[in-house]
């Protein structure tokens, strides 16, 4: 029986991409299946054929549905790899992103516990490559080790409400970067226009539409992923905010590109809700002070500030109150700090995603312990 099935939907050339395969084949899992989409015109197909060490029965190729078609964006691709998935359950990552297989180990220890779960998330972990990297860039990677069941209503508080977000909703459910049983997806494809993903921002999407229709939730809080950063697109020019009386632009930052996801869903289902809207300036001005330069800084200030002020006015912008924290002349902190550990990404010299989930892997708690941890 397959447990999990990863889906990696490829939409660009990845010279990273068979690497990670090959590290996920390593993990000697029988119940688990990796199944890649090849969304490049062949390139993938390419690949798969001329990599030594990929010749697993456990890896399968999912061309699109019409030969080379392609495929307006990456909605559109998971769309096409959920039929082809043979999993029970289902975890969605990008090419230049790395997903455990030792997942599985996870989903067996949390079903024993709470039968009727249906979505799986863990700690969050994201790497910069090299060449993407602005000065010295610190990781940073929860260190704790707990198996948690928290409440729908709370993970709906901070997915729709906001609260605890960062420059993002702190909500870790979905398919993308967590793992959802195969009923769960079934029935969000029933309640919600007969597609599993309809919004550009996937992940968005798939976290709205599960923290809506879960039954149970579990999350371990030690990383089981890595969420790689691709290098920007290129610039096109970008239209205004669909919502006239919602003016941000998803270029502005993570948290209006989350915002006008979470709009577009709420509006397409005639879900109001009111009393988010402190708590979501609040995670404007954390994206502001997450830039790397002054110049980005300011650039992402004045586009929030317009935004703020002429959806809300004056009065809003009064708690819009960021600061630029970066300070290049003063070391970054490193070291653990509120359960979470700092240190420079450039340790061990890691290059891809893959890389450094193996380092991180060899930091944290054994995956394979969890269930003993737990009895």
């Known amino acids: 029986m397959t447990l999990l099935s990863i889906c990696i939907p ?12 090959r590290q996920m084949l390593a993990r000697e899992r029988g119940d688990v299946e990796i199944l890649v989409g090849d969304f490049t015109g062949g390139a993938v197909a390419e690949l798969l054929q001329s990599e030594p060490g990929l010749g697993d029965t456990r890896l399968r190729l999912v061309p699109p549905a019409d030969g080379h ?4 964006d990456l909605a559109a691709c998971a769309n096409r790899m959920i039929p082809e998935a043979r999993g029970a359950w289902v975890c969605l990552i990008e090419a230049h992103d790395y997903a455990d297989p030792e997942i599985c180990a996870v989903i067996e220890a949390a079903t024993k516990r709470v039968p009727d779960a249906d979505a799986l998330s863990w700690g969050r972990a994201r790497h910069v490559p090299p060449a993407l990297r602005q000065g ?4 940073i990677i929860p ?31 979905g398919a993308w970067h967590g793992a959802v049983r195969r009923d769960l997806l079934e029935r969000t494809r029933a309640a919600f226009s007969d597609v599993w993903f309809e919004q550009a921002a996937a992940d968005i999407d798939s976290a709205c539409k599960t923290v809506t229709l879960a039954r149970r939730l579990v999350f371990w809080e030690r990383p089981l992923s890595v969420q790689g950063a691709a290098p920007a697109p290129a610039a096109t020019t970008e239209s205004g905010s669909p919502f006239a009386d919602f003016p941000f632009k998803a270029s502005a930052g993570p948290a209006a590109a989350a915002a006008l996801a979470i709009e577009a869903f709420k509006r397409r289902y005639g879900i109001e809700l009111s009393g988010w809207e402190d708590n979501f300036i609040q995670a404007c001005v954390k994206d502001c002070e997450t830039a790397a330069t002054g110049e980005q800084f ?8 317009d935004s703020i002020l002429a959806w809300r006015g004056k009065r809003a912008l009064a708690s819009f109150r960021p600061e630029f924290r970066r300070k290049p002349k003063i070391p970054r902190f490193q070291g653990v700090r509120d359960g979470r550990l700092h240190f420079d990404m450039a340790m ?23 269930d003993d941890k737990l009895a």
Do not use: N
């Open 10 to 21: 490829v939409m660009a050339p990845d010279p990273d991409l068979a690497a990670s395969l």
């Open 348 to 370: 061990d010299h890691t290059r891809t995603a893959a890389e450094f989930y193996r380092l991180i892997d060899a930091m944290l708690f054994p995956v394979d312990l969890l």
């Open 136 to 139: 010295r860039d610190i990781a």
């Open 143 to 173: 260190t704790g080790s707990r198996l948690l069941a928290p409440e729908q209503a709370d993970a709906m508080r901070s997915q729709f409400y906001w609260e605890g977000a960062s420059d993002r909703p702190d909500c870790p459910f």
């Open 298 to 305: 300011h650039a992402k200030k004045t586009a929030y500030a």
């Open 69 to 72: 078609e392609a495929l307006p």
